[in-house]
């Protein structure tokens, strides 16, 4: 159980344009998901927490007009990283938390912007 | 500030050896802490889940320990396989204080595991 899908798991896309990740709980409903984003060698660093039907609350730093998140359901978010640029070329890794506060983390997506 | 620090920053084992990875926390207050593998290109998977209460809690050849008095945990792997090369991420939760009841992790850089024949 507590499965966390993601897709795509990898994106590569020219400058300019949008990209969508979807985050999915496939067994669970999480009351919470999280979106975060990875650079070679670091950390998960929070972007943003979303509750269903709510809006995302985003980190500082954070630009919420670049990372759009949509929460629709207790089992699906998604993240539009809208203009991208090659500096926004990451690994972005979503959660969903439960109501026990513990967290199960999605496998991952790749983004390269050319 | 709520602080995780991991160490060391990586190590190289021969395979069938044994290994231990330190994590020392600072978070208030504390409820639990947690070990995570994330092996490359792939997302964080659970290993344990320590509250206050427990020393030690195993997950097959992966046993964590937790001394909340010095906030200090380890996670020691025994008889490595090649299969253990990861990095291994301390995360320990606590509130986010601008919102109530909220609460984000803290998450430790990472100890990368490199498990050679």
Same mark, same amino acid.
């Given at each position: 159980?507590?499965?966390?899908?993601?897709?795509?798991?990898?994106?590569?896309?020219?400058?300019?344009?949008?990209?969508?990740?979807?985050?999915?709980?496939?067994?669970?409903?999480?009351?919470?998901?999280?979106?975060?984003?990875?650079?070679?060698?670091?950390?998960?660093?929070?972007?943003?927490?979303?509750?269903?039907?709510?809006?995302?609350?985003?980190?500082?730093?954070?630009?919420?007009?670049?990372?759009?998140?949509?929460?629709?359901?207790?089992?699906?978010?998604?993240?539009?990283?809208?203009?991208?640029?090659?500096?926004?070329?990451?690994?972005?890794?979503?959660?969903?938390?439960?109501?026990?506060?513990?967290?199960?983390?999605?496998?991952?997506?790749?983004?390269?912007?050319? | $500030?709520?602080?995780?620090?991991?160490? &060391?920053? *990586? %190590?190289? #084992?021969?395979?069938?050896?044994?290994? +231990?990875?330190?994590?020392?926390?600072?978070?208030?207050?504390?409820?639990?802490?947690?070990?995570? $593998?994330?092996?490359?290109?792939?997302? &964080?998977? *659970? %290993?344990? #889940?320590?509250?206050?209460?427990?020393? +030690?809690?195993?997950?097959?050849?992966?046993?964590?320990?937790?001394?909340?008095?010095?906030?200090?945990?380890?996670?020691?792997?025994?008889?490595?396989?090649?299969?253990?090369?990861?990095?291994?991420?301390?995360?320990?939760?606590?509130?986010?204080?601008?919102?109530?009841?909220?609460?984000?992790?803290?998450?430790?850089?990472?100890?990368?595991?490199?498990?050679?024949?």
């Amino acid at each position: 159980g507590a499965v966390v899908s993601q897709h795509p798991s990898w994106v590569i896309c020219k400058s300019g344009t949008s990209v969508k990740i979807e985050c999915r709980s496939l067994d669970f409903q999480a009351t919470t998901m999280f979106w975060y984003r990875q650079f070679p060698k670091q950390s998960l660093m929070l972007m943003a927490t979303s509750n269903e039907g709510s809006k995302a609350t985003y980190e500082q730093g954070v630009e919420k007009d670049k990372f759009l998140i949509n929460h629709a359901s207790l089992t699906l978010s998604t993240l539009t990283v809208t203009s991208a640029h090659p500096e926004d070329s990451s690994f972005y890794i979503c959660s969903a938390g439960t109501y026990n506060n513990e967290q199960f983390f999605g496998p991952g997506t790749r983004l390269t912007v050319l | $500030k709520n602080q995780v620090e991991q160490s &060391p920053q *990586s %190590l190289i #084992i021969l395979e069938g050896k044994n290994c +231990t990875l330190q994590c020392n926390y600072t978070v208030s207050p504390f409820s639990n802490l947690r070990w995570y $593998k994330q092996d490359t290109g792939r997302g &964080p998977v *659970s %290993l344990t #889940i320590m509250t206050f209460s427990e020393n +030690t809690k195993s997950n097959g050849r992966y046993t964590a320990t937790l001394d909340a008095d010095t906030k200090q945990s380890s996670l020691h792997i025994t008889a490595s396989q090649l299969s253990d090369s990861a990095s291994y991420i301390c995360v320990v939760p606590h509130l986010a204080l601008s919102r109530s009841n909220d609460y984000k992790l803290s998450f430790g850089a990472g100890t990368t595991v490199t498990v050679r024949a």
